[in-house]
């Protein structure tokens, strides 16, 4: 079992719908990140939260620490969310340099 | 720099060749990151340098695999004798520091990567 799971694995949406994705894990953590992965693109990091809730624009991302999962929520998606989404943790303890990655969520928002 | 960059972007090599992938980040940031992100995997771990040391190597796949940085700056991976598998993106992230305290963490900024082809 990966350490941390990603779900849906693929979301399909029309334009204006609310998506939500999201990431379990199973390790102790001290941080999540959320990161957005564009075609042929680097990566860029959305979110880095260690508790509660993080607002950036259309975008929300929420952590439950005890229930080892976190959202990430797009109000009113548009075609250029269109990504790949992924969570990624950072272990807790001796291996806190290190990122343990889910396999990402790919988004596609039609106009 | 403004931010971490990465070169060459794409790099096509024939099979046996050694290649040379560069990381440059952000000024100030003693922590770098090598990731490789193979086709249909998810992100995976290579090494990581606090300055020009690097304490953790467990991820580079093979001892054809290296890397080294200088001057707490650039760091290059190196891959000697490539094989197909090596075929991936290679996405090297900087941060501040490693403190792991909870609320004290630093962000990571990656690059833009360097797409890897071995025919």
């Known amino acids: 079992k990966n350490e941390v799971e990603q779900s849906p694995q693929n979301l399909t949406a029309q334009e204006g719908e609310f998506i939500t994705i999201n990431c379990s894990y199973s390790?102790?953590?001290?941080?999540l990140h959320w990161l957005q992965q564009h075609p042929g693109g680097g990566i860029v990091s959305l979110f880095m939260?260690?508790?509660g809730k993080k607002k950036h624009g259309r975008l929300i991302a929420t952590i439950n620490i005890q229930e080892k999962h976190s959202s990430l929520h797009i109000t009113a998606s548009h075609p250029r969310d269109s990504a790949v989404y992924i969570c990624?943790?950072?272990?807790?303890?001796?291996?806190?340099?290190?990122?343990?990655f889910g396999k990402g969520t790919l988004l596609t928002v039609n106009p | 720099g403004a931010g971490v960059s990465q070169s060459p972007s794409n790099k096509v090599t024939e099979k046996g060749k050694d290649v040379e992938l560069r990381c440059d980040p952000i000024?100030?940031?003693?922590?770098l990151y090598w990731y490789r992100q193979s086709l249909g995997q998810g992100l995976e771990f290579l090494i990581y340098?606090?300055?020009?040391?690097?304490?953790?190597k467990s991820g580079l796949p093979s001892d054809r695999f290296s890397a080294e940085r200088t001057g707490g700056s650039v760091s290059t991976l190196t891959i000697q004798r490539t094989q197909q598998e090596d075929s991936a993106v290679y996405l090297c992230?900087?941060?501040?520091?490693?403190?792991?305290?909870?609320?004290?963490?630093?962000?990571?900024?990656f690059g833009s990567g360097t797409r890897l082809t071995v025919v």
């Open positions: 990624a943790v950072r272990h807790s303890g001796g291996s806190n340099y290190k990122l343990t």
């Open positions: 390790v102790g953590i001290s941080a």
């Open positions: 340098f606090q300055g020009n040391s690097a304490p953790d």
């Open positions: 992230a900087s941060s501040l520091g490693q403190g792991a305290k909870w609320g004290l963490n630093y962000g990571y900024t």
């Open positions: 939260l260690s508790s």
């Open positions: 000024s100030g940031h003693t922590a």
